[in-house]
């Protein structure tokens, strides 16, 4: 019997030691946002908690004066078509409606950057640029807080069932889902990040560039002295 005993107590202790090494290890290094843009980024812009962000702007003298603009009665002012600006209403509703939704801060509560990476240009075409060339330029790179509801985020976001489809480059899956205006949107999901897009490219510019964390922006000289 007291063999027993001090057998169930070893059991129990094992299984103790097991759940609480499950339970409570330490939480990985998160990836920085910085580890999966080219050292070659030309600019980035970060905000912490978005959504707390914009509620404080909205809430500061600024924010309140631009709430009380009338923008229906400013755009009828500068004679703008009315389609467009039935256009611009409508998009205005849809950002709102996103922004209110709860699923947005599950998917930028925490960090999100919005970078330019670095593109062939030659200067004398500036102001002749072909829309494609950014786009294939800009990307954003989120950290939300449910990586695994991303999907169902979306889709309470944007108030309707996105009719989401998926390909695979190398091991990564990468989705894509069209806006209103017919604009495809790309996603994937890497290392506890979101990488997302109007153009396929910078996503796999960044999924590539998360493989070698030592060549990233992270580890860039003008960088790292940027943040020192």
């Excluded at 129990?12 to 030691?17: D, E, G, P, Q, R």
């Excluded at 039935?86 to 999100?112: R, Y």
């Excluded at 069932?161 to 069209?178: C, D, P, R």
Aim: hydrophobic share 45%; glycine share 4%.
């Amino acid at each position: 019997m007291r063999k027993k005993i001090i057998v169930s107590v070893i059991i129990a202790l094992a299984v103790s030691a097991g759940a609480y090494l499950y339970f409570y290890k330490p939480f990985a290094r998160q990836t920085a946002i910085e580890a999966v843009l080219p050292g070659d980024t030309l600019g980035m812009v970060r905000v912490c908690e978005l959504k707390k962000q914009i509620e404080r702007f909205k809430s500061s003298r600024m924010g309140q004066a631009l709430g009380g603009i009338d923008l229906p009665q400013l755009m009828a002012a500068m004679d703008m078509p009315l389609k467009q600006r039935e256009e611009t209403m409508h998009s205005m509703a849809n950002f709102k409606t996103a922004v209110n939704s709860p699923w947005f801060d599950t998917l930028f509560g925490k960090d999100v950057s919005f970078a330019l990476l670095n593109v062939n240009l030659d200067p004398s075409q500036i102001e002749t640029i072909d829309p494609k060339t950014l786009l294939d330029a800009v990307v954003l790179v989120a950290r939300p807080k449910q990586p695994i509801h991303v999907l169902e985020s979306l889709n309470s976001m944007f108030g309707s069932q996105l009719s989401v489809k998926t390909q695979n480059y190398k091991q990564w899956e990468i989705s894509s889902f069209l806006l209103e205006n017919g604009q495809p949107v790309y996603y994937s999901l890497t290392k506890g990040l979101m990488i997302a897009g109007f153009s396929i490219t910078p996503l796999k510019r960044c999924l590539e560039q998360s493989l070698d964390a030592t060549t990233s922006l992270l580890q860039a000289q003008i960088y790292q002295r940027h943040c020192a």
